[in-house]
């Protein structure tokens, strides 16, 4: 027998607020969070870019509010509320003290060099824990007074602090009197306010399907939170490209209107994947600053992709997430023609050590008319479009189907000395260093998969992606090229 379906009728409202009414509507609790909303996951440094874009006057996303059952409750939105309420207290929850002890047993990748890792640790904390310290119907000022004074004094304890400071910019923060600065009156994010009107549909037969405003919303609350499909990292990357089109080229390099991968690919776990140029960009760039370690601080392969970003947003003069010395100074002409630093560190960096400053070559790529990487660029592609037959002198491909490495330790240690030879030392290789290359590379591949006495089982293999190997490929491979070159001396690309 068939049953009534029951449907949601919604209406919607959209407007904005001051940053000041939206502290408001949190210590007055006239919007609060809903059981099933997330804890705060936001790092210190999220708060403070929040503020900072805030302040350019750049676009944040508006505030998704819910009528339910008789409260306004957050559906999205609440790490950037959240953090209006921090940066203007000045404040960060010491994670030690809020941590979920108790986790889900996360899903591991495939091979032991292949964890995602470091994802963010779980607090057992969202603003209510501060919300909560309040009582009665004090002001907004009175309340941030209170707030101030509570947690200067938590401050007083030291180690046994529950908040530490967020060194936000001064003109962020509350002041003694529990008054926010003009920022807050002056700026502004947006809302949609979400009412339910509740349906009849299903209620008669009493069906567990009856659609209610709290089912309703719960549902909405997952769909914009979960079912949604994030970018993939080449879509995230690719839209940082953009933002300074001098350099888009760059990071889709062709000649001839040919991308200079487009013969070649390389097998990952039994799949034939694209080479990620950015990649081998961003490993080299860092190399050439900090050849110990340069990717330090990027250990796991979820870390790498933030590391990768990072690279794109220091060539395009963008901040970057995080430790933003790997890659050098950046250094551009402005509209008065004197030097302008776009490394995103704000900080003097010359003082520092010499082997983590020398990155001479990372700004000499852009220099010039045409940039030095654009000749650089058309040799490397002359160089890969020799590679397969060199490998395989059987080979008839003849360049008409795209060439697949074996593995990726094949394809980097053909690779980083190549890219890092030609695009950052400026070398042209000849014809005579093929076949000493290919003897030192081969060498290096099998030691790297044990294929010399016969066995593939290496801990290389199974930890491919494990940074003491990446590093293992990256000199070996660099060490490779300069050797042969330097034995049978190359000519400058440019």
Not at 62 to 89: M, V, W
Not at 291 to 320: C, I, N, T
Not at 341 to 362: A, I, L, P, Y
């Amino acid at each position: 027998m068939p049953t009534s379906t029951a449907k949601a009728k919604t209406r919607t409202y959209y407007g904005e607020y001051t940053l000041k009414h939206w502290i408001d509507l949190i210590l007055s609790k006239n919007i609060i969070l809903p059981r099933y909303q997330r804890s705060f996951v936001w790092e210190p440094n999220d708060v403070k870019k929040l503020m900072y874009s805030l302040d350019r006057g750049s676009f944040v996303p508006s505030i998704t509010i819910a009528y339910d059952s008789g409260s306004n409750t957050i559906l999205d939105g609440q790490q950037r509320l959240t953090s209006l309420l921090l940066a203007c207290l000045n404040r960060y929850p010491v994670k030690d003290h809020f941590l979920n002890e108790v986790r889900l047993a996360p899903t591991i990748a495939e091979g032991e060099g292949d964890v995602e890792g470091e994802e963010r640790d779980p607090l057992l904390w969202t603003f209510d824990k501060l919300v909560q310290k309040l009582g009665g119907d004090s002001g907004s000022r009175e309340n941030l007074r209170r707030l101030k004074d509570f947690l200067n004094e938590d401050l007083r304890k030291a180690e046994k602090a529950v908040y530490k400071e967020l060194d936000i910019a001064s003109s962020f923060r509350v002041k003694d009197d529990g008054s926010l600065p003009e920022f807050y009156s002056t700026h502004y994010i947006g809302f949609t306010y979400i009412v339910y009107e509740e349906s009849t549909a299903g209620k008669a037969n009493g069906s567990l399907q009856a659609m209610t405003a709290g089912r309703y919303f719960a549902e909405l609350f997952r769909s914009l939170n979960y079912t949604g499909k994030s970018l993939t990292r080449e879509e995230s990357r690719r839209a940082l490209y953009f933002r300074n089109p001098e350099f888009t080229d760059f990071f889709v390099p062709k000649v001839s209107g040919v991308h200079i991968f487009s013969g070649l690919r390389v097998k990952v776990k039994a799949e034939v994947c694209f080479i990620d140029w950015i990649r081998y960009l961003a490993i080299l760039t860092a190399y050439q600053v900090n050849k110990s370690e340069p990717l330090k601080h990027y250990s796991s392969l979820s870390a790498r992709e933030d590391f990768f970003a990072d690279y794109v947003s220091w060539v395009v003069g963008l901040e970057q997430d995080r430790y933003p010395e790997k890659f050098g100074e950046r250094s551009s002409q402005d509209a008065n023609g004197s030097d302008q630093d776009v490394s995103g560190s704000g900080q003097d960096t010359s003082g520092s050590n010499q082997e983590t400053n020398k990155n001479d070559r990372n700004r000499a790529l852009f220099e010039g008319h045409p940039p030095l990487w654009k000749d650089r660029c058309t040799h490397i592609k002359e160089c890969l479009e020799k590679i397969p037959a060199i490998i395989n002198e059987d080979s008839k491909n003849g360049g008409l189907t795209p060439f697949c490495f074996p593995s990726l330790i094949d394809a980097d240690y053909w690779l980083f000395g190549l890219i890092n030879l030609v695009l950052f030392e400026g070398k042209r290789l000849a014809d005579e260093h093929w076949l000493p290359l290919k003897e030192a590379i081969q060498k290096h591949v099998e030691d790297a998969k044990g294929s010399h006495d016969g066995s593939s089982d290496s801990s290389h293999l199974k930890g491919i992606n494990d940074l003491k190997y990446t590093y293992q490929r990256l000199r070996e491979s660099i060490m490779s090229y300069e050797q042969i070159v330097k034995l049978k001396k190359a000519d400058n690309v440019s």
